[in-house]
Nanobody
């Protein structure tokens, strides 16, 4: 069973930065897509950023230019660098990994942006 463990959440001030990391229990090269999603209270879970095994990336319009997704094959991690944080970025952030016929989710990490 694939395990995904997110770390790096916490409290940040508006305009600040956080870096989330998702450690996979096996090589990330075995997944077709790796991504970050978030869910704010009372809202549906939404895509934040994702990257394919071919290296293409997609971002939600709300985070373009502020967030960057990246993968590290040596460490089997996928990270999300979040800059210029806004209060509306407050949510639980989840890591997701896909391969044909399967999808795996992490347990989530809380990000709170507040002064």
């Amino acid at each position: 069973q694939v395990q995904l463990v997110e770390t790096g959440g916490g409290l940040a001030q508006p305009g600040g930065s956080l870096r989330l990391s998702c450690a996979a229990s096996e090589s990330i090269s075995r997944f077709s897509v790796l991504g970050w999603y978030r869910q704010a209270p009372g809202k549906q879970r939404e895509l934040v950023a994702r990257m394919s095994s071919l290296g293409t990336t997609n971002y939600a319009d709300s985070v373009k230019g502020r967030f960057t997704i990246s993968g590290n094959l040596d460490k089997n991690t996928v990270s999300l660098q979040m800059n210029s944080l806004k209060p509306e970025d407050t949510a639980v952030y989840y890591c997701k990994a896909d391969r044909i016929g399967y999808e795996y989710w992490g347990q989530g990490t809380q990000v709170t942006v507040s002064s």
